[in-house]
């Protein structure tokens, strides 16, 4: 099976009291103001990720406690709205009040060693809730630490550093360039190999703001009809592509359709969890990719800058036709959709966004997608090395992360969390196996 099975490990978390880290460094006292897409509804909630890292003989005797919070504290000075409060203005406008209060920091240690957690260093992972603890006074988005760190030391001699983050202030090209200023300066470093460049106006709509793109992202004229997916008795499972299931994927689509890895993935994943929904087949079914536009703006946005920059393309069809039609339909609705991030779409976005009350995507009958596997978590390096893994903590309801991973025996590949009610993740599972196996590959990692 494709099925990657959840961990079963229990372990207990020793914690000492919630403290405030605050910059190494006096820092200006200012109000910041977010972009117009970072302030968004779709980017109003907090990401919770983890980095889990080995012991190093070569750092006996360091604590990375101790490393991790003094790093923190020396880069805030250079991030110093991580230390901040957002605050919600006139019109729902986001900023930063830039009171350099700082960021929550747990200092904890477990009864258990990166052994035990045997081949299950993926999502969900085991008693997560104890590897980052959420103060109920400090987890809302405004007025609350923008960000929130647990490190966690292992008995083994390693650790786990866990965090809850304000996707308001970053996506995960901005997140990890933090993190690796953090890197830095715990090896040794006094400033950031880049240097941060906040400049949020760049994001900003245009005056007046002008729509010239169709955004079936944002289109919510069908959200109220047909099925909506129930909420209660959801799971989480991570599933596991190696080379042979893609390749096994790849044999069901045309040779003279060029497509990617994350095409025919997504194309599978997105065709099976439709059929396994059960939906009427007329009724509406997206696919949201979400893609960073950094490549796509001219004149390019300056190196340093570490605020939000995603589009949200999707393709639309009926559940009907996405079910019925041969893989390589969904493979295409999965090149068009990305195709369409230009930097006139991105203005568009802008624009509509600013325009329309900062709505959220429509995630009704939707799947968001989005792929990490060139994010670089596993190198943000404390000293200890690159990451065991390094990502989000889980998917949600309607997304899934592309999450690189290898399993015990060396075997790389791609961790597919996905989040379903459990009746709905049997017949997805089964519907995956049948897929690999109508392709000639029946058995997985």
Known sequence: MAFLQPASLVFTVRRHEPELIVPAEPTPHECKMLSDVDDQDGHRFQIRGLHIYRSNASMQGMDPVRVIREALAKALVFYYPFAGRIKEGPNRKLMVDCTGEGVLFIEADADVTLEDFGDSLHPPFPCFNELLCEPLDSNGLLNCPVLQIQVTRLKCGGFIFAHRFNH???????????????????????????PPVWERHLLNARNPPVVTCEH???????????????????????????????????????????????????????????????????????????????????????????????????????????????????????????????????????????????????????????????????????GWGNAEFGGPANGGDTISFYIPWKNKEGKEGIAVPVCLPAPVMHSFAKEINRMLIGAGEATAA
């Open 168 to 194: 308001t202030m970053s996506d995960a090209v901005g997140l990890i360039q933090f993190m690796s200023t953090m890197g830095e300066i715990a090896r040794g470093a006094v400033t950031p190999s880049i």
């Open 216 to 382: 079936h992202e944002y289109d919510h004229s069908t959200a109220a009809m047909g099925t909506i997916m129930p909420t209660d008795n959801l799971v989480h499972r991570s599933f596991f592509f190696g080379p042979t299931q893609i390749s096994a994927l790849k044999t069901l689509v045309s040779d003279n359709l060029r497509c990617s890895t994350f095409d025919v993935l997504t194309a599978c994943i997105w065709r099976c969890r439709t059929k396994a929904l059960e939906l009427g087949p007329h009724e509406d079914v997206r696919f949201i990719c979400i893609v960073s536009a950094r490549s796509k703006l001219n004149p390019p946005l300056p190196l340093g800058y570490y605020g939000n920059v995603l589009g949200y393309p999707a393709a639309k069809t009926t559940a009907g036709k996405l079910s019925q039609n041969p893989l390589e339909y969904a493979v295409k609705l999965v090149k068009e959709a990305k195709a369409k991030v230009t930097e006139e779409y991105m203005k568009s976005t802008v624009d509509l966004i600013a325009s329309s009350g900062r709505p959220n995507v429509n995630t009704v009958r939707s799947i968001i997608v989005s792929d990490l596997t060139r994010a670089r978590f596993r190198e943000v390096d404390f």
